[in-house]
Nanobody
Framework: QVQLVESGGGLVQAGGSLRLSCAPS????????MGWFRQAPGKEREFVAG????????DYVDSVKGRFTISRDNSKDTMYLQMNSLKPEDTANYYC????????????????WGQGTQVTVSS
């Protein structure tokens, strides 16, 4: 069982930046492909970005391409989401997830999830 903990959320003005982190509180997550999802009030959960076990392969939803960067440091057992040029529509609760395999597949089941960290972007 992998328990994930997100951190780094907060309130930022439009155009600003935040970096989210995701680390396991129990067993290591370095052998799992991982990803970020977000859910805004009244909306369905949305895939944001995914990264392979090695970090060589990444994937993004179109709305964040060029603004967000997913990365991982397996020596620190931590995954990151660098968010630049934030927009009010990026406001959501952001969750990290881990799944089995080598590459993160957005529509595949992710058995391990964090509790989420809130990101609020003011206009």
């Amino acid at each position: 069982q992998v328990q994930l903990v997100e951190s780094g959320g907060g309130l930022v003005q439009a155009g600003g930046s935040l970096r989210l982190s995701c680390a396991p509180s129990t067993r290591t997550s370095r052998y799992y492909p991982m990803g970020w999802f977000r859910q805004a009030p009244g909306k369905e959960r949305e895939f944001v970005a995914g990264i392979s076990v090695s970090g060589s392969f990444t994937d993004y939803v179109d709305s964040v391409k060029g603004r967000f960067t997913i990365s991982r440091d397996n020596s620190k057992d931590t995954m990151y989401l660098q968010m630049n040029s934030l927009k009010p529509e990026d406001t959501a609760n952001y969750y990290c997830a881990a799944q089995y395999g080598t590459r993160f597949i957005p529509n595949s089941p992710s058995p391990y999830w964090g509790q989420g960290t809130q990101v609020t972007v003011s206009s």
